[in-house]
């Protein structure tokens, strides 16, 4: 800005148009994103890798994809949830049941948090162990019908999904950078490598 504009108070097009965005801001409503962008987002801002599918053959298209690009191939997948090894029975990804010979962790979740980008698991997914114990590497199932605004709602879900029995081993997982990409607000958190493999079912 020149020294004019700042003596007499002349502003220029970008400050008129900033004064009229916080005015905005000021009295209207906050304009807010859908639900799939604002988590898309956030998710990508947490270090998450993302892919979005339109069917069943692009998941599992993807899924080789990224086993190819990580060489992963021959290596093998931790698996909790039966459904996964029968949904994908069709690609050799080597299963076990011991984390000792896995090399990456494949698995579902219960929602995902448009709020933070996070994704919320349970017992269902994980069993009774601590996602320190689980594979740095992630790669995550889910549908965009598991969309919910916040950790709240998707507590609310959880139990009005399980009524006879409520899962135990409720947690979030938000961190999706290496350790070398660590911060100070990740500090003390279980970051993981992690393939988010969404599925369009609405």
Known sequence: M??????????????????????????????????????????????????YCENLQEI????????????????????????????FEDIDLGFTKSISESTYFLSTCEYLISDDGSLLIS??????????ELPTNFIIYATTSQFVESIGEGLKGIKSKNKSKIPTNITTIKHFKTSEDKNFLSYGSSSKNLYLLLLEDL
């Open 123 to 132: 017992s269902n997914q994980i069993a009774e162990k601590k996602l320190q």
């Open 60 to 87: 599992k298209e993807s899924l080789n994809a990224i086993l190819e690009e990580n060489e992963w191939s021959d290596k093998k997948a931790f698996v909790i949830d039966d459904r996964l090894t029968a949904l």
């Open 2 to 51: 020149s020294l004019f504009r700042r003596i007499f108070g002349f502003k220029s097009d970008n400050e008129e148009e900033h004064i009229k965005n916080e005015e905005r801001g000021k009295y209207m409503p906050e304009i807010k994103l859908p639900i799939d962008e604002r988590f898309t987002i956030n998710f990508k801002e947490n270090g998450g890798k993302f892919l």
